[in-house]
């Protein structure tokens, strides 16, 4: 699946200077295939991976707050207004 079509509000650049730093730091590799045309695939490392379980109990723990701070948001935008 390509990156770009599940991001298209994402800029190339912003996409290139995204990935260049998640490989950078680590949490990604990149293979290039020398074909035509030239195709790239990224992977996560196993660094990355070992990130999911964080992931998934965020968003677990947003999925559970939601509500609460969807009202709190309101009131403080009623407030400033």
Known sequence: ???KQQMPDISQRMLSMTLRTL?????I??????EIPPRV????TERAKSL????DS???W?????????SD??????VND
Request: glycine residues 2%; charged residues 30%.
């Open 29 to 34: 590799t990149r293979t290039i295939f020398s």
């Open 41 to 44: 695939e990224y992977a996560l």
């Open 73 to 78: 948001r309101k009131k403080t935008v009623s």
């Open 23 to 27: 490989e950078e730091d680590g949490y």
């Open 1 to 3: 699946m390509e990156l």
């Open 52 to 55: 999911k379980p964080i992931l």
């Open 58 to 60: 965020l968003l677990q």
């Open 62 to 70: 947003s999925f559970e707050h939601m509500d609460d701070i969807m």
